[in-house]
């Protein structure tokens, strides 16, 4: 069975920049691994296609949405280091349920027997939003990751996502298995703020990724960071390999104790 990790955080935080890089190590490592975009958007693994693909929507609508003509690599295309890349897309704005086609596309996963082609499959999921089939990868994750910056507003996001991964651990298999902080810099704080989070919950920050315009550069080239020259280019990477052979190693995971709304409101600001 593939190791499935499931990635969210606030809209915005760098989850796809994030996920990409974490695919390619994890690739790099040996690892068979499917990336799934579930954003409508579709730009989740441009970084490791450089561009943006076709997606399940769009392949859909080609065959007037009669599933049974898709075939797998009408969805599915490669990526660096051997990736394989697949885009849930979505409905156009203002005009549908892009939660839906999550869940659809988690369930032509499995009319297609791809939990048990790869090794690793990761699913970057859209913002902070974790209702219906947004929340999907969840029934079938082995641990969510959630990505977070040192604010307060990605903290607050970070703590409903604690709350959603708490209420499926009822049902499903799926734990957190920390937290990834992103744009780390130790000018404004480093990660003073998500460490004490981390404790408040009961996870622990697994990966530091630093604020750098050379990861910015990258994303706008349509490359991972693996893709990538310059001196920085160490520096940046690190977190990502080490991160990759974390998960790899079944690592530490368990069910948060997220905070209540107000309580994360009045806990943020007495953290110094």
């Known amino acids: 069975m593939s190791l499935i990790l499931a990635v969210y955080g606030k809209g915005g935080i760098g989850k ?7 695919s390619a190590a994890l690739a790099l490592k040996g690892s068979r691994v499917l990336q799934i975009g579930c954003d409508p958007k579709h730009d989740s693994t441009f970084p490791l296609t450089g561009h943006l693909q076709d997606t399940v929507i769009d392949v859909l609508d080609k065959v007037d949405f009669h599933m049974e003509d898709v075939e797998v690599a009408d969805v599915i295309k490669k990526g660096f280091a051997g990736v394989d890349t697949l885009e849930s897309g979505g409905p156009p704005a203002g005009s549908g349920c892009g939660g839906y086609v999550v869940g659809e596309t988690v369930k032509l996963l499995q009319e297609f027997g791809l939990y048990d082609k790869y090794d690793v499959i990761l699913f970057d999921v859209l913002g902070d939003v974790v209702c219906g089939g947004f929340s999907a990868p969840l029934n079938y994750a082995d641990y969510g990751l959630i990505i977070a910056c040192n604010d307060f507003d990605s903290i607050f996001a970070a703590n409903r ?8 651990s009822a049902r499903y298999k799926v734990k957190l298995a920390g937290i990834i902080a992103n744009r780390v810099d130790s000018e404004f704080g480093g990660t003073a703020l998500l460490e004490e989070f981390a404790d408040q919950v009961g996870t622990q920050v697994i990966a530091e990724v630093p604020y750098h315009d050379f990861i910015r550069r990258s994303r706008l080239l349509g490359k991972t960071l693996f893709e990538m020259d310059g001196p920085d280019k160490a520096l940046c990477v690190e977190p990502f390999e080490m991160l990759a052979e974390r998960l790899l190693a079944t690592p530490t ?3 948060p104790n997220p905070l209540g709304d107000r309580e994360i409101f009045d806990a943020i600001g007495g953290w110094k």
């Open 16 to 22: 796809s920049t994030t996920s990409a890089n974490l």
């Open 161 to 168: 996502l604690c709350l959603a991964i708490q209420q499926k």
């Open 253 to 255: 995971s368990a069910v």
